[in-house]
């Protein structure tokens, strides 16, 4: 008699079937995955709205099954907090790159914290503009090559990274900021959990939150999908280590919820 095989893992109901637009090797569409597992398990779908960036993100709209917006180059903060101002009881999140939050996003961002706007910010850190050709990002390691660094970023002429989280977790209207990385499956599997704690903070009421993560651009980065793994972990994990940088408050209240 033939078993009987069980499903032990299927397609976020909160997913949508189109097929990706990503490169090869590309950590997207794990974050993405994330994003809707978090979703159906807080079965928050259908009152849930996503803000799409300006970069390779600009498309995210096309693979979750929520209402989405796009929004102009780095106004995803503002126009999410127009959204959740109008729509207080709707679950509302951005999902943003490197390029868009943390070059002309900036003030867009910090001042969204500032405020302590309840929505969530997905951020996903490739350290590199991927959809325009590969260019120096503010994120973009010191020595690291691109189309616009081509002997490597040089930190006398154009200035050190921006380390996002670090920066924004001194601003008292950030509730939760964290750091993560999709590198390999223990790695993922936090990045899951700090995505949950995210989206819980805002159902709480509790004010700005935000999950930076490390992701791979092999394509941009001139690597094997392998190889560029092995840089998030080796490098640039290096440069911007994962961790908490502001959740005890936001967390306590969880706790006692």
């Not at 002309?104 to 503009?129: D, L």
């Not at 006398?156 to 990385?181: D, Q």
Request: aromatic share 8%; hydrophobic share 40%.
């Amino acid at each position: 008699m033939t078993e009987e095989l069980k499903i032990v893992y299927e397609r976020p109901h909160a997913l949508t079937e189109a097929i990706t637009h990503y490169c090869p090797g590309c950590t997207h569409g794990i974050i993405h995955r994330l994003v809707a597992e978090v979703m159906d398990e807080m079965g928050i779908t259908e009152r849930t709205i996503g803000v799409a960036s300006v970069g390779c993100s600009v498309f995210s709209y096309n693979y979750f099954n929520c209402d989405f917006a796009s929004a102009a180059h780095g106004r995803a903060p503002a126009m999410a907090t127009g959204i959740k101002r109008v729509h207080p009881e709707r679950m509302v999140f951005t999902y943003q790159g490197d390029g868009d939050l943390a070059a002309i996003g900036t003030a867009e961002i910090i001042h969204a914290a500032a405020r302590g706007e309840n929505i969530t910010v997905i951020f996903v850190n490739n350290a590199i503009y991927g959809m325009t050709g590969g260019q120096m990002a503010p994120t973009s390691l010191p020595g690291m090559k691109t189309t616009s660094s081509t002997r490597g970023r040089d930190t006398k002429t154009t200035g050190f990274p921006l380390k996002m989280s670090e920066m924004l977790a001194t601003i008292e209207g950030a509730s939760y900021v964290v750091r993560r990385s999709v590198h390999d499956p223990g790695h993922i599997n936090r990045t899951r959990k700090a995505i949950r704690t995210a989206f819980e903070i805002q159902q709480k009421g509790l004010g700005f939150s935000i999950v930076e993560i490390l992701s791979a651009c092999p394509v941009n980065w001139g690597m094997t999908p392998t190889d560029a793994l092995h840089y998030v972990e080796h490098d640039m994990v290096n440069y911007f280590p994962l961790g908490d940088f502001k959740v005890a408050d936001a967390v306590k209240t969880l706790s006692r919820g």
